[in-house]
């Protein structure tokens, strides 16, 4: 069974850099077919989609976000870690970390598995 | 970046009733589109994926059409359990994106 768990700060301050990580179970980050995301909402917005990370270390990023953002990997303690900094009070929001089923690069479904979500609050 | 536009931002139904939820694309994205549900202080769930293919125990009533540029997602038979949030979202390429969300509810 696959599941995701968002740890991270639940308070940052404007300008400070956010760092969270993402806990998997149930597959392995070094699987070629495997494609993990963040995705975020602010209250009662939209979801906004911020990253993915292949099995080969690469990523993809928002295209607005994406001078701010950082997601990398760590295989061994089948984590994945998102970085953003600048922090501004726009990005309070419950943060995501998905499962993005499909077949990479090929094809990709969607996100068959979700995290529970990890809320952070951006304030001085 | 691919933008998804979702109409109407809001619906109001009532239960037996059928509604119809469509999402255009800013450019063609083949059949790569999946529609997700969420409910209040939930992660959104995967209903319809590659536009028209029903995610696994997802109920009948629920249907997805289109390709290209427009979509529909479509629920039939309304439950009360349906009343919540929608949102699609392109696959076909990244930046993965989303549509701003319909909320259904109820009449």
């Known amino acids: 069974q696959v599941t995701l768990k968002e740890s991270g700060p639940v308070l940052v301050k404007p300008t400070e850099t956010l760092t969270l990580t993402c806990t998997v179970s149930?597959?392995?980050?070094?699987?070629?077919?495997?494609?993990v995301s963040w995705i975020r909402q602010p209250p009662g917005r939209a979801l906004e989609w911020l990253a993915h990370?292949?099995?080969?270390?690469?990523?993809a990023y928002s295209t607005s976000l994406k001078s701010r953002l950082t997601i990398s990997k760590d295989t061994s303690k089948s984590q994945v870690v998102l970085t953003m900094t600048n922090m501004d009070p726009l990005d309070t929001a419950t943060y995501y970390c998905?499962?993005?089923?499909?077949?990479?690069?090929?094809?990709?479904?969607?996100?068959?598995?979700w995290g529970l979500g990890t809320t952070v609050t951006v304030s001085s | 970046d691919i933008q998804m536009t979702q109409s109407p931002s809001s619906v109001s139904a009532s239960v037996g009733d059928r509604v119809t939820i469509t999402c255009r694309a800013s450019?063609?994205?083949?059949?790569?589109l999946a529609w997700y549900q969420q409910k209040p202080g939930k992660a959104p769930n995967l209903l319809i994926y590659?536009?028209?293919s029903l995610q696994s125990g997802v109920p009948s009533r629920f249907s997805g059409s289109g390709s290209g540029t427009d979509f529909t997602l479509t629920i039939s038979d309304l439950e009360p359990e349906d009343f919540a949030t929608y949102f699609c979202?392109?696959?076909?390429?990244?930046?993965?994106?989303f549509g701003q969300g319909t909320r259904l509810e109820i009449k």
């Open positions: 990370i292949f099995s080969n270390d690469e990523g």
């Open positions: 450019q063609a994205i083949r059949s790569w």
């Open positions: 149930g597959f392995s980050l070094s699987n070629t077919i495997m494609g």
């Open positions: 998905v499962h993005v089923w499909g077949s990479p690069p090929y094809y990709y479904y969607g996100v068959d598995v």
């Open positions: 979202q392109q696959t076909n390429s990244f930046p993965f994106t």
């Open positions: 590659a536009a028209s």
